[in-house]
């Protein structure tokens, strides 16, 4: 019994030693693991986390000679043979000499509203022949901390590249003259505070002698501009300029341009293309145009609050209530982010569509977007698609704001609290001290609404954050100009002109007129989407068609509206036909009768009649003779029409899967409506 009890305790000794070797070796191997792959761990988590899609997409399943896909991403045959062409045409000189003086010009607004008035500037500079000081642009120049390295117009812009694009335009200096900036420090210079709309007599007559007598004027541009969006025909020339300002001057710094092509690199690196939708959901839109019964709670409160102080300011002409649902039928408010994933899909656009969504601001939040992303599983944005890190490199330097909580700052209650805790010997009983006051931030950001019929001033970060939304859209905007499609849930700002997605429609028609733009009838589309509002989501044939005819149509027919509506509040959101030119491509047989007809009708409705240079014969034009006949096709067979009619009853889903030759009747007809 003896022997046997040591071997069994020797034996239970090797198999503790056996597993303790074991241990030893496996924790070795895991720390040379974690030792040698700590870097390809840490690549693919941020592969991860700049992806947030899921890969459904690395094989196209369209392929890019089907009828199907030129419908959705194809270019647009009428517009084809129109190129840009923003160059003098006629006796152009150089800014003659002398010069009358500088014009120093302080900018405030948004993005889009920077844009336009900078452009502005430029013509008023070279109407008067005056040197222009590179602008100010105030959203920059207000925030506190942020990085030295970018100042004002430098910021946002390539300054250099400003500078040289206009040197046969206009003489453009980056600051003042020592005496002159001495006399502005001194509030010595005139200020004009100029209105959007100002007239060129109104510069000739009024700011012109001013400017000669005194060398120098400063100019407050606040409307987003300050010259009038149609000049007389013998300024054309003029026009042109502005469209050498917009689209080819006004380049953004390397490091906001070098994001945004990481971007766009990464959207098409599956090799599938993309469609951007703008909301245009800002709170002073939907404030201007009363649309706050569009939305909940305290989204609602917001909205009214800030339409009571437009009213009170003169911004706002109406009533503080508003029919928000009758605004809506009539067009006047954003088409919500659901209608516009409805209209989408109804066009055909898969489920797995990339969706890019731009703007600094969705009013609402997240919470807006659930539908869209219900639609589409790959709903996309900046901040999904780059890492924090490259978002902050392109802030620069800035210096740590210490206190930047979101409380309210010292009012006179805290005073009262401090007196009252450093006051002498008090009677007895002591009276109860000043209630303190409750933090803003307690229940977000809308906190004070509740307690206060006064909006709180910004604080240091907010206005820091106000500058770097000017980053934000400048990405949005080069992404949204190169994206394969575009559409806007709205074409209007906190003002009633034109916002950011006219910017983009109108810089999409000067670069590429032929690339798929949507500018979606709001009133006709909240017309087809109430015929069935109670069945949305099981739609027939006849809505899927309807919507298919209306957006096709609205490709050509909306450019006339935007020339008409949209361009004599902003030039630069139609710039056609002063900034583009027309190419005749005698190589190319026509495919049927009708073609040509047809686009003589849209080029003479755009008024498009100056002959590209023969220079330009060298761009080639994108579509084949297979593609003429079948580009509008509206395709016989699309998948997509089942995501509509899946909760349907059986009789709905038969009677969406007609057979192949009735379809192509139902194509041919809605082809042939579109080219009338």
Request: with cysteine; proline share 7%; charged share 25%.
């Amino acid at each position: 019994m003896k022997v046997e009890g040591r071997y069994f305790k020797s034996k239970m000794r090797w198999v503790a030693l056996v597993g303790l070797v074991l241990s030893v070796f496996s924790l070795c191997t895991h720390f040379l693991l974690a030792l040698y792959t700590g870097k390809n761990i840490s690549v693919y988590q941020t592969s991860i986390r700049i992806f947030s899609w899921r890969p459904i997409f690395e094989n196209a399943d369209l392929s890019r000679s089907s009828s199907m896909y030129r419908r959705l991403w194809g270019p647009v045959r009428h517009l084809e043979s129109i190129l840009p062409h923003a160059n003098p045409r006629g006796n152009y000189e150089a800014p003659r000499l002398p010069i009358n003086g500088f014009i120093f010009v302080r900018i405030q607004g948004s993005f889009h509203e920077i844009r336009n008035s900078i452009c502005d500037v430029v013509v008023v500079s070279r109407l008067m022949n005056a040197t222009l000081v590179i602008p100010e642009l105030q959203p920059t120049t207000s925030s506190k901390g942020i990085s030295s390295d970018y100042k004002s117009f430098a910021y946002l812009y390539n300054e250099d590249q400003f500078t040289v694009a206009l040197v046969k335009d206009v003489k453009v200096v980056k600051s003042l003259p020592r005496n002159l900036k001495r006399a502005r420090r001194r509030k010595e210079i005139p200020v004009f505070r100029v209105p959007n709309s100002a007239s060129p007599d109104f510069y000739l007559k009024y700011v012109l002698p001013v400017l000669k007598r005194h060398s120098v004027v400063e100019l407050v541009v606040s409307d987003g501009g300050c010259l009038q969006a149609i000049l007389p025909s013998h300024l054309e020339e003029y026009q042109r300029l502005r469209c050498r300002v917009a689209f080819h001057a006004l380049s953004f710094r390397q490091e906001v341009l070098e994001l945004a092509t990481k971007i766009l690199n990464r959207m098409r690196a599956p090799g599938r293309p993309f469609i951007a939708y703008d909301p245009g959901m800002t709170r002073d839109a939907l404030a201007y145009h009363g649309c706050s019964e569009l939305f909940q709670d305290v989204h609602s409160e917001l909205i009214q609050h800030r339409r009571s102080w437009m009213i009170k300011r003169g911004i706002v002409k109406g009533k503080l209530s508003v029919n928000s649902a009758m605004q809506h039928r009539k067009g006047s408010c954003p088409l919500m982010p659901e209608e516009v994933g409805i209209l989408l899909r109804a066009y055909g656009y898969s489920s797995n569509t990339i969706v890019y969504i731009s703007g600094g601001e969705v009013f609402g939040g997240q919470r807006i977007l659930i539908p869209l992303h219900a639609m589409f599983e790959n709903v996309v944005d900046r901040t999904s698609l780059c890492t924090v890190k490259e978002l902050t490199r392109i802030y620069g330097p800035e210096t740590h704001l210490v206190g930047t909580s979101q409380s309210t700052p010292p009012d006179e209650g805290e005073k009262e609290l401090d007196k009252w805790k450093t006051s002498g010997p008090r009677p007895r009983p002591l009276p109860p001290p000043p209630a303190r006051p409750k933090s803003y931030n307690i229940e977000g950001w809308w906190g004070w609404v509740a307690e206060n019929d006064n909006e709180p001033q910004s604080t240091v970060m907010e206005l820091r954050i106000n500058a770097h939304k000017l980053l934000w859209e400048a990405i949005d905007y080069v992404i949204c100009v190169e994206a394969d499609a575009f559409i806007p849930g709205f074409d209007r700002d906190g003002k009633g002109r034109p916002n950011f997605a006219s910017l983009v429609m109108g810089h999409r028609l000067y670069q590429s007129a032929e690339s798929k733009t949507y500018r979606p009838d709001r009133k006709e589309v909240v017309k087809l989407l109430d015929e069935i509002r109670d069945h949305l989501y099981q739609a027939n044939r006849t809505f899927l068609t309807s919507i298919r005819k209306h957006l096709t149509r609205t490709i050509l027919d909306g450019l006339t509206e935007a020339s008409t509506r949209s361009k004599p509040l902003s030039f630069l959101t139609h710039p056609v036909p002063e900034c583009s030119c027309l190419r005749h491509d005698t190589s190319e047989a026509p495919s049927h009768a009708s073609s040509p007809s047809n686009d003589s009708q849209v080029l003479a409705a755009l008024g498009v009649e100056y002959p590209c240079p023969a220079w330009m014969d060298g761009y080639a034009i994108s579509h084949s003779p297979k593609d003429n006949e079948y580009e509008e096709d509206l395709n016989e067979e699309d998948p997509t029409s089942w995501w509509f009619v899946q909760h349907s009853s059986s009789h709905e889903i038969g009677s969406v899967n007609p057979n192949k030759e009735e379809v192509q009747m139902e194509d041919q007809e809605e082809l042939e409506s579109a080219e009338r």
